[in-house]
């Protein structure tokens, strides 16, 4: 197969699928190269064990996923050994953070794409498969991997904020943002294909425009993506904490189709810890910006994220965490254990915390916030809510869906039994009646 010279008309009867892990933005990056892929001719299947092609979309964040990309790059790598596929491609971060060491220790993979290659996907397999090579196109156009109703919009990559802890910058480089008017485009190719709901992701939304335009335009593009006449909802997520105002929230209140709901990454509460991880917030100044959006925009969902266990994090420090959650009440929040990763500036830290103890304060304060967004939740009871509907569960018979207060695929979802006129990717009113911990239950109204 090396050395046969293959036509570009028996190249197109090749069936690729992939393997997607890691974040939003990933995936992304995954439906854009499924875009071209179809576009030139190619089938993309879901069943990874019936392709010829088969890409590891993979995440290299931390060692947890570094471990699962590896996982599924040898599970690939034994399909092709079965014969069962012809070629492997690895894309996403894992390349990029870990380049020499992987290619060396999986040799059956027949390219690792860096992040620059992805809009050259096409002419890769046609290298691949010693096909001459195409000229690439420039596409907005994607391939969902998720529900039709809703898709990220990636609005900038990489970063510049050099939090102590994390590798993106490495990975992704410094902080590029997208022009307003390709992003528009792209949005409206996606509404045009019936997409619902656009959640705006990048690693820091909040600085959108500032290095592409020389000043903040965040609200600039939701305001023009607003237009768009049949898009419903738009969702903010990865807005840092320092970049929110009140012109920002009030944007958020006042535009009808803004999502009521933000994601504000926050980390710690603590001075020292903060300083150490290159917050640029102190306590003080997180602290006001929660009340403010708690007494002043009551109608705003609030998610965040912390980092338990970081280095020299002592359990005084982790005691005033777990008090900051509960004044907070957030209404959603995650927590991950500290995880040590080369490259970066905490790596050389000393006074790193032990496993077992990082494990036990995940324990702790996951159960802190499991309380209250179980008090949250049944405080939903006998209200009635607008929900767009996600799916159908054909195993136990029920659609699920989610409200302007909830970002799919993150938060919970609301599940309710067909009452013989409800349609996937549409509208409905629904009553909640019950939340059974994972998610709520709701009858159509």
């Given at each position: ?151 990220y919009l990636k609005i900038a990559d990489g970063c510049n904020n050099a939090c102590s802890y994390c ?279």
């Amino acid at each position: 197969m090396t050395n046969e010279i293959m036509t570009k008309e028996k190249l197109k009867k090749k069936i690729v699928s992939a393997i997607s892990l890691g974040c939003d933005k990933n995936r992304v990056d995954l439906e854009k190269m499924f875009g071209q892929l179809k576009e030139y001719g190619f089938e993309i299947s879901d069943n990874v064990e019936n392709s010829d092609i088969v890409i590891v979309n993979t995440c290299a964040f931390i060692e947890p996923a570094i471990e699962e990309a590896i996982m599924n790059i040898i599970y690939v790598e034994d399909l092709k050994k079965k014969g069962l596929i012809e070629k492997i491609i690895v894309s996403g971060c894992l390349p990029e953070r870990n380049f020499d060491e992987i290619k060396a220790n999986f040799p059956s993979v027949d390219k690792f794409l860096k992040l620059k290659e992805n809009s050259q996907i096409c002419q890769v397999i046609e290298s691949l498969y010693n096909c001459s090579c195409s000229k690439p196109v420039k596409t907005f156009k994607r391939i969902l991997t998720n529900s039709p109703s809703f898709a990220y919009l990636k609005i900038a990559d990489g970063c510049n904020n050099a939090c102590s802890y994390c590798t993106i910058p490495r990975i992704r480089g410094r902080y590029v943002s997208y022009p307003i008017n390709d992003l528009v485009n792209e949005a409206k190719l996606l509404v045009a294909n019936g997409v619902q709901e656009i959640i705006l992701v990048a690693q820091d939304t909040t600085r959108y425009g500032e290095d592409l335009y020389g000043e903040n335009c965040l609200i600039k593009l939701c305001e023009k993506l607003s237009k768009i006449k049949d898009l419903k909802w738009i969702r903010l997520h990865y807005l840092y904490p320092e970049k929110i105002d009140k012109k920002l929230l009030d944007f958020i209140v006042k535009n009808k189709k803004m999502c009521k709901y933000i994601d504000v990454p926050l980390q710690h509460i603590d001075n020292d810890i903060l300083k150490s991880m290159r917050r640029r917030l102190d306590e003080n100044e997180t602290r006001n910006l929660i009340n403010t959006i708690k007494n002043d925009y009551p109608e705003i969902s609030l998610r965040s994220t912390f980092i338990v266990g970081y280095p020299g994090e002592n359990r005084k420090q982790f005691k005033k965490l777990c008090q900051f959650i509960k004044e907070s009440e957030f209404d959603y929040a995650g927590f991950f254990a500290y995880s040590k990763e080369s490259g970066t500036a905490s790596f050389y830290m000393k006074n790193h915390i032990k496993k077992i103890i990082k494990n036990h304060r995940l324990k702790v304060i996951k159960k802190i916030q499991n309380d209250i967004t179980t008090k949250k939740a049944m405080s939903m009871i006998d209200k009635v809510v607008e929900v767009l509907v996600d799916s159908f569960d054909s195993q136990n018979g029920e659609f699920i869906a989610h409200s302007q207060n909830l970002s799919p695929l993150v938060d919970f979802g609301v599940r309710f039994v067909d009452n013989g006129n409800v349609k996937e990717n549409t509208f409905v009113n629904v009553r909640i009646y019950d939340f059974d911990g994972s998610d709520f239950k709701g009858e159509v109204v």
